[in-house]
């Protein structure tokens, strides 16, 4: 399906609006969500079901040629058999009429793009995490979602209403002004809605083609480099020569006491039970929406803080260097892995990527992922071999510079800009002269000196004698330092 491409001097953005349904609205959205997962559960069922009767052909000794056709997952093929099969099929004739045919629709997409990522996922063809032969949504645990692309969709003069197919006017719980007075001046066409339960609240999310003219910045000239941390949010250390430090909010650790209180409430009561089929009571239902209130304060509180951040410094800066941390692998460390997840490093990094290039069209620097940020002086260059997570201040042996550890690695970061020389972003992808060899564990964050294995002549088990591995592990100096101005 050939993607939607907006005008120049266009962009795509999405308003989302907490709604407000009566009684009747809300029992509509339900209906609508649980039609498009009755949808998405027939697509995966009606296309499984060629490959188990191939296989079950195939043991019978039944040639290729002769096997049952395989059944098509494109969209056009779905919607073409849900059409002919929703009038007579059980499961869908009684009531399908009650809803949008963009509920089905809905469902139907998400499964062709999930048949279509588990085919390029096993033939290669997709990056990322491998993904699985799509399964059945459980009524239980799927989100409510549902999407729709055609029918009256448009927010009302009075800035407190939105129209959508076959739910009619519904409140919104704050003003849509943001979006009625672009709708009203001509700059936004609306293209879709999308309406979802989360955080225990209906939202409408607009889908408009928004004209947006790019936003000059205030210092254009000026590089910054961001150091995210646990203990400081992040640091930031521009081309001037100027640090700040952005403090952790730490909104969960704030929460924590009125967690543990909610959740310990919440054990005392009556919850379900899958292996026995026992529901839930209800004050096990009032205690579990208590619980889950302090979780989405917690989730809106964190994303007002990374917006207000993100918008500050792709405001200010022409150049934003940000590090390419490995996440997924940090939250593995036990003891940090609650403040890092807590802190947000990936959702900063995806702020700026939009922000800086959509909004204000500056430039983005990526640092590699192994590029020693903290362990290299920002004054001389010299690189050290190991530098604990514990030692916070750094000390260098050649220039005897002392200087908190993060406030070296932002001015690292920020001299690292003048060295991107090829355009991509990736401070990785660099021509730059050949550097002198590195010791082991100097070019690696989380990675340190260990005893080499491989068996040598007149020493068992090659193991490094004290003086040698303190020679391989000494302090080394750049061939060209990176230097702030």
């Not at 928004?210 to 000059?216: G, H, M």
Request: proline share 4%; aromatic share 6%.
């Amino acid at each position: 399906m050939k993607k939607f491409q907006p005008q120049p001097g266009f962009v795509v953005q999405a308003f989302r609006f907490a709604l407000d349904p009566n009684a009747s609205q809300e029992a509509a959205l339900r209906s609508h969500c649980g039609a498009a997962r009755a949808a998405y559960n027939w697509a995966v069922g009606w296309v499984t079901a060629s490959w188990w009767q191939r296989r079950a052909e195939a043991t019978y000794g039944i040639p290729e040629q002769h096997l049952t056709q395989w059944r098509p997952w494109s969209l056009p093929s779905l919607r073409k058999a849900f059409n002919a099969a929703k009038y007579a099929d059980p499961r869908f004739a009684s009531w399908w009429e009650e809803n949008s045919k963009e509920a089905y629709s809905t469902g139907l997409a998400n499964a062709s793009a999930a048949f279509a990522n588990y085919a390029k996922s096993k033939n290669g063809r997709r990056r990322g995490q491998r993904m699985g032969v799509p399964r059945f949504k459980s009524k239980r645990k799927a989100r409510l979602a549902c999407r729709f692309t055609t029918g009256t969709i448009r927010v009302e003069t009075d800035g407190r209403h939105v129209t959508l197919p076959r739910l009619g006017t519904v409140r919104t719980h704050e003003p849509t002004g943001k979006l009625l007075t672009r709708v009203q001046a001509g700059t936004a066409r609306i293209l879709s809605a999308t309406v979802r339960h989360e955080r225990g609240r209906w939202f409408v999310s607009l889908q408009a083609e928004v004209k947006r003219e790019l936003e000059r910045v205030t210092r254009p000239e000026v590089v910054v480099g961001i150091d995210l941390g646990v203990k400081s949010l992040a640091v930031m250390a521009d081309s001037t020569g100027e640090i700040r430090t952005v403090p952790n909010p730490g909104h969960y650790d704030g929460a924590l006491k009125q967690l543990r209180r909610a959740s310990r409430t919440v054990s005392r009561r009556q919850g379900p039970d899958r292996r026995t089929g026992r529901k839930p009571s209800k004050r096990w239902e009032k205690a579990n929406t208590v619980r889950n209130r302090v979780h989405h304060r917690v989730a809106n509180l964190r994303a007002d803080a990374l917006h207000k951040l993100t918008a500050t410094v792709a405001a200010e800066y022409g150049t934003v260097v940000v590090e390419d941390l490995n996440v997924a692998g940090m939250l593995k460390n036990r003891r940090l892995a609650r403040r890092i997840a807590d802190a947000g490093f990936g959702e900063i990094r995806r702020q700026l990527h939009y922000k800086t290039r959509q909004r204000h069209a500056t430039r983005l620097v990526v640092a590699d992922r192994w590029y020693p940020s903290s362990k290299i002086c920002s004054g001389c260059g010299t690189v050290k071999a190991k530098l604990p997570l514990h030692v916070r201040t750094y000390q260098c042996d050649a220039c005897h510079l002392v200087i908190d550890r993060d406030d070296n690695a932002a001015r690292n970061l920020a001299a690292l800009a003048a060295a991107v020389v090829t355009g991509t972003g990736v401070a990785g992808d660099q021509d730059t002269p050949d550097r002198v060899s590195k010791p082991r564990g100097a070019d690696r964050k989380t990675r340190t000196t260990r005893l080499r294995r491989k068996a040598e002549a007149g020493r068992a088990g090659g193991a490094t004698l004290p003086h040698q591995q303190q020679e391989e592990t000494r302090d080394r100096t750049q061939a060209e330092p990176l230097t702030l101005w």
